[in-house]
């Protein structure tokens, strides 16, 4: 008899032999045990990545679906694109429907106290004055009669000033701006800005904080260091601004990864995602957000944030 034919007929009397004494749930274990079948098992975990939307991102889904495709063949694993804010981002990490995510550092602070997640790598940018830290600053209209330099004389000017703030939420628009008028001693904390300035307003955006300024319905803005130029403003309306007080050190966005994910994916994960950096990949990550590259870094990333907030008198 054919070689094959008996190992099959084999393989058939040893699973049919006990069919009358067992249930169809043990046959079912059975045959998976003596054939060796184990579909959940050997099929890759799929690795979510979250894709935060961020101001001035386009076609953010489709550049966010190229990576993970690199990525993917990179692990030999699927990796899925998902794009949320990152409220949302920080929520799937906690439930653990997301293993990755791209985060501002105060959100990744949030991920660290709700998940567990810790920060690996921070983006870098050709217009960050640190590389992966950048810098907070107060501007004014290149007239006004406040005078520019660093200090609490500098910033005890905007007493009675309208200030128009980018949001309650933004570090450099907001946070680090107020943790230093704290340091400074001219506030005791994010409560009583109405008690130091004259208006307080949020303009909701990098752009529409300075066109408060332009247009003379603030006198001064919190922003970051890079928002002077395009995409946010054009370069006649930059010309018309200058830099009142300046705040160095505000870390950069970056990447969590949640605990869960072995040190040994984790460890593969990093490398891949520094192969990004390299010339041939590169266009596939400065497409998502126009940073150039990715540095390693860890959770002392994201310290300026944490003592900024405390300082407000916020929470991450």
Known sequence: MNQHLKFGIGIGATILAGVATMNSRSIGESIATNLRLAPAQAQAQTLKIVFPTRSGTTDLEAKAKAVTAFLSKELQQPVEAVIADETAAVEALRANRADVAFLSSRSALKARELANASLYLAEVRSNYSGGHTYKSIFVVSKNSPLKSGQGEATLSQLKGKRISFTSPTSGSGFI?????????KLIPNRDRLNGFFGQVTYGGSYDKALQAVLRNQADVAAVSEYTLGAPYITAAE??????????????????????????????KLIAAMMKLNEPANNRLFTALYNSTKLVKVNNSHLKPTQVALEQAGMKP
């Open 238 to 267: 930059a010309s018309n601004l200058r830099v009142l007080y300046s705040i160095s050190g505000v870390p950069a966005h970056g990447i969590v990864i949640d605990d869960d994910v072995s040190v040994s994916d984790r460890n």
């Open 176 to 184: 680090f701006p107020v943790a230093e008028l704290v340091q400074q």
